[in-house]
């Protein structure tokens, strides 16, 4: 069943999306522009163009969880694409809002959930694609909730996005170095992860900015197969066996009770 905005409602559709600016996501809702001066232009919907290449066109029959939904693009684009059900979590009460308006404007019914990465156990179900766009940067703990992904939310696909600084190049690396070897991490495509103590791009919610050998090897170090990759920063994943077997299934939060 499909929501939509009451006709009464269509007239003051440019003050509620006033009321709960800004907006990050850049939509058109009924000819509305959620954020017409933004500065990455049409953002996301450029960055859904290199999405669109991995993904099924048809996702009936799938479940979908959107992982930092924000203001509900990707979680209002799977939900066109056919999916039977598309939840929706996200920390921050405006974008959670700004997703309520946006996917009643568009006449789609997703799922929201206030709730962090960190406490995906707390929906206690697996989810045939788990999208997780832009958010690993923003985390203090990025493994960590990589590592809960696998665990408790992935049971078929990841599509991941992270920005990246650094070399965009692979290091052919061994599986070990002696003591003794320093000079390899001197290397601009050994992987590496940028920590930013103040803030980058004038946001101190960016914590850790990984060069692309550092995305890659998280996501393996996590239990996740590359299968595809789109533009400079798009991963399409399977959820793959558990890495390096002697260490054993990665870090586990317990649920702190189901929202």
């Known amino acids: 069943m499909k929501k939509s905005l009451p006709d009464s409602e269509d007239g003051d559709l440019v003050a509620r999306i006033a009321a709960l600016a800004p907006w990050f996501h850049n939509m058109n809702l009924k000819g509305i522009w959620t954020a017409p001066d933004h500065f ?3 953002y996301p919907a450029v960055k859904f163009r290199h999405v669109e290449a991995l993904l099924p066109r048809d996702l009936g029959g799938r479940t979908v969880l959107d992982i930092g939904c924000n203001a509900g693009f990707y979680a209002i684009e799977m939900k066109r694409r056919g999916a039977d059900r598309v939840v929706g979590i996200d920390t921050d009460d405006r974008y959670l809002a700004q997703a309520r308006l946006a996917a009643a404007a568009c006449g789609q019914e997703i799922e929201l959930r206030k709730l962090s990465v960190y406490d995906v156990g707390a929906l206690g179900e697996r ?6 766009m832009g958010v690993l940067y923003h985390l203090r703990h990025p493994l960590l909730a990589l590592d809960l992904i696998r665990e408790h939310a992935a049971r078929d696909l990841l599509l991941f996005q992270s920005l990246q600084r650094g070399a965009d190049g692979i ?31 004038h946001d101190w919610t960016n914590w850790w900015i990984p060069n692309r050998a550092a995305t890659e090897a998280l996501l393996r170090a996590a239990g996740f197969l590359i299968e595809d990759r789109a533009g400079e920063d798009i991963y399409l994943c399977r959820r793959g066996p558990v890495p390096y077997g002697d260490w054993g299934a990665g870090a586990v939060y317990p649920a702190r009770g189901r929202t």
């Open 40 to 42: 990455l232009g049409d």
């Open 127 to 132: 989810f045939d694609l788990v999208l997780f």
């Open 171 to 201: 290091l052919p690396l061994a599986p070990d170095y002696p003591f003794e070897e320093t000079q390899i991490f001197d290397a601009p495509e050994y992987p590496k992860l940028h920590f930013v103590e103040r803030e980058y791009a």
